[in-house]
């Protein structure tokens, strides 16, 4: 199963990815993640979208299509995906659908995660990242200590650069200007388009998208 999530920033979609990849089994691939740790551990991929990311802008889709590929090939892929991310831009959507018809693959869903703007910042203002395993938090101050118990060093909450209010407006202008035109293109090619709100509860919002996907 191969399920593209599209929604603005700080809709939950990295969160409620990881609940679908569990649940479904399929690995969850997030271009954010793949991009930040290319930006930590300071390789040319890093080094060439680092000053990007931290303005809040896109990467080239080049950039993506190359990350999209190799994921999608990897043996891990083999019975599906879940795209957080992944698809901002109409070209990387073009780029998708290319890339599934040289490897044989269809893709089976387009979960569009709605919250409006306000709710955005709100929560975008309020969250810190674990600096070891990257978990975000909710709430919590930078400085204090992550107590998630899957890892050994357990890191310290920092924000996220992009999560700074300029670079959060950024973020939300880049989304209208640029990827909200992707569930148009979606439409009109004929993509089983699905739209959940993602306002409430984690919980909450798992069970509308079970629902809307039908699982
Ligand atoms: P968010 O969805 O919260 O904005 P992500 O962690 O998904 O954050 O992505 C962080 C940054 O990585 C983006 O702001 C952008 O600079 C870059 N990025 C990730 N995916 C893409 C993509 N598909 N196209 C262009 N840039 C991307």
């Not at 680092?50 to 083999?78: F, H, T, Y």
């Not at 959060?168 to 090619?189: E, G, S």
Request: proline share 6%; charged share 25%.
């Amino acid at each position: 199963m191969i399920i593209v999530l599209l929604g603005p920033p700080g809709a939950g979609k990295g969160t409620q990815g990881e609940h679908l990849s569990e649940e479904l089994a399929i690995p969850k691939i997030a271009t954010g993640d793949v991009l930040r740790a290319a930006v930590r551990e300071g390789t040319p991929l890093g080094l060439a979208a680092k000053a990007a990311m931290e303005r809040g802008d896109l990467v080239p889709d080049d950039v993506i299509l190359g990350i999209m590929k190799e994921a999608l090939a990897s043996p891990s892929a083999a019975r599906g995906a879940i795209l957080d991310g992944v698809i901002r831009t109409t070209p990387q959507a073009e780029g998708l659908a290319r890339v599934l018809a040289e490897l044989g693959r269809t893709l089976d869903a387009v979960l569009v995660v709605d919250v409006p703007d306000e709710a955005i910042v709100e929560r975008l203002s309020a969250r810190t990242v674990c600096d070891v395993c990257q978990r975000p938090f909710t709430g919590r101050a930078p400085g204090e200590r992550c107590d998630a118990d899957d890892h050994e060093l357990q890191g310290t909450l920092v924000r996220r650069k992009d999560d700074e209010p300029d670079a959060i407006r950024n973020r939300l202008a880049v989304y209208q200007r640029q990827t909200a035109p992707v569930i148009d293109w979606y439409r009109t090619h004929g993509a089983a388009l699905k739209f959940v709100d993602g306002m409430g509860t984690q919980d909450e919002v798992l069970t509308r998208i079970r629902t809307t996907l039908g699982l």
